[in-house]
């Protein structure tokens, strides 16, 4: 069974950075296809993708965002993490991490990028 | 960015009925559409993958269809369970979520 956990700070003042772990069991983020995807959630409102991954080390981020993310990895331990650079107010949000598979089906004939099973989120405030 | 733009925001509807929302896709992003479910108070969680495929555990009144731009979630014969934020996601570029589709009862 695949169970993720988000741990970050709560609350952080402006213009400093967000640090967030994603603690996960179920898979090896050093098997083929795997992956951990950061989604965010202002509350009340849609998500937003900011980042993924991979087994191989590769990493994805939102191009809104430009620079300021980061996301990395910690094999042996079974963690993820994000970081997001100078946060303002609009950076107040819920933060998923997710299990994410991006694999070939030879039968199909095709890939399929699924995030198929997600944290409980952590609460993240930028305030002053 | 690739921009998702589900229709309607809201639907009132009632236990029995069925629902179709929609998803348009701002480029051609083939079948490389996923839909997720959140609840109240709940994690987003995987409903459709690949524009129409069920995910394991997925009751087979939620149907999706589509390719290219036009996504259509289905689902027949409303539950009260069934009751949440429905939202696309493409994944053939960087991946972009809809804004979402909020399902009410009347």
């Known amino acids: 069974q695949v169970t993720l956990k988000e741990s970050g700070p709560g609350i952080l003042q402006p213009s400093h950075t967000l640090s967030l772990t994603c603690s996960f069991s179920g898979f090896s983020l050093s098997t083929y296809g795997m992956g951990v995807s950061w989604i965010r959630q202002p509350s009340g409102k849609g998500l937003e993708w900011l980042a993924s991954?991979?087994?191989?080390?590769?990493?994805y981020n939102n191009p809104s965002l430009k620079s300021r993310l980061t996301v990395s990895k910690d094999t042996s331990n079974n963690q993820a993490f994000l970081k997001v650079t100078s946060v303002d107010t609009a950076d107040t949000a819920t933060y998923y991490c997710?299990?994410?598979?991006?694999?070939?089906?030879?039968?199909?004939?095709?890939?399929?990028?699924?995030?198929?099973?997600w944290g409980q989120g952590a609460s993240v405030t930028v305030s002053s | 960015n690739t921009v998702m733009t589900q229709s309607p925001t809201s639907m009132f509807i009632s236990v029995g009925d069925r629902v179709t929302m929609n998803c348009k896709a701002s480029q051609n992003v083939g079948t490389n559409v996923d839909w997720y479910q959140q609840k109240t108070g709940q994690s987003p969680k995987l409903l459709i993958y690949g524009a129409s495929n069920r995910y394991t555990g997925v009751p087979d009144r939620f149907t999706g269809s589509g390719s290219g731009t036009d996504f259509t979630l289905t689902i027949s014969n409303m539950q009260a369970e069934d009751l949440a934020v429905y939202y696309c996601l493409q994944y053939n570029y960087n991946p972009t979520f809809g804004g979402g589709t909020k399902l009410e009862l009347k």
């Open positions: 997710a299990h994410t598979l991006n694999y070939y089906s030879s039968y199909m004939g095709r890939y399929y990028y699924v995030m198929d099973a």
């Open positions: 991954i991979w087994w191989n080390g590769n990493t």
